[in-house]
């Protein structure tokens, strides 16, 4: 089988774990030239056969070093983010501001940093982590998560109706609960850890979690140009969640 992403340069944010890596190490697997950042450094180290940047989202001069070290890329995946728990009133403006500047300004950094080397080059794709919780479900105790979620998927198709005529793509990816170090975490900060863990499985029809590397796989189909027909759109992967 031909390697679907041979000659292209990708370059990924939070690439040290979880559906980042996958992704990272899918594209590499289809013969992507990968350039992995993530915050943190020791992570990065885990990685093989890829460049790596130690980069924080949040600096813009960060991402416009790393954007100029890199040149110009054919697939922007942006993978960093944060998840919150509780209602509007368990969280604090602090908590919202940051991620808030994490889950979506952190797109407009990446993209005002590699957009003009992409569309010089010819075009590209953008890759965008949402989550089906947002404009798509209520989910409870995602109050911060899910409006910062709805905003990718409105930042998404924005960028995409403003240069689907230089041919670039932009595309969102929208997750149930998918198993990774995160929401092993998450699920460790509860009183009754084994509970929890039911509980994100009780709420997906399939019975199970996603893992990373299915969502990976949706991410080489549109950075692929067998996606090339594809823009402004967000791609449902959730276990069936919002049936």
Request: some cysteine.
């Amino acid at each position: 089988m031909a390697e679907r992403l041979k000659g292209k340069r990708c370059f990924i944010t939070a690439a040290g774990q979880g559906i980042g890596r996958a992704t990272a190490e899918a594209f590499l697997a289809e013969g992507a030239e990968v350039i992995a950042s993530d915050i943190n450094a020791d992570l990065l180290g885990t990685l093989s056969g890829m460049q790596t940047v130690t980069l924080d989202v949040t600096d813009m001069g960060a991402v416009q070093a790393a954007a100029k070290q890199a040149g110009a890329v054919d697939v922007l995946f942006n993978c960093a983010g944060f998840v919150h728990h509780g209602s509007v009133l368990d969280a604090s403006e602090d908590e919202w501001d940051f991620a808030m500047n994490l889950n979506v300004k952190s797109l407009f950094r990446t993209a005002r940093a590699f957009l003009p080397a992409m569309i010089d080059n010819g075009g590209g794709a953008i890759i965008n982590m949402a989550s089906v919780s947002g404009s798509i479900k209520g989910i409870v105790n995602r109050n911060i998560y899910g409006t910062t979620k709805a905003a990718v998927i409105g930042f998404t198709k924005s960028v995409a109706a403003d240069f689907v005529g230089q041919n670039v793509r932009c595309n969102a990816i929208a997750p149930g609960t998918v198993e990774t170090p995160s929401l092993g975490d998450r699920i460790n900060a509860f009183d009754d850890p084994v509970q929890a863990r039911k509980d994100f499985i009780a709420r997906q029809p399939m019975g199970r979690l996603g893992n990373a590397q299915e969502i990976g796989a949706l991410a080489v189909y549109l950075a692929s140009d067998d996606a090339a027909y594809c823009t402004g759109q967000t791609f449902i992967i959730d276990g069936g969640i919002t049936i």
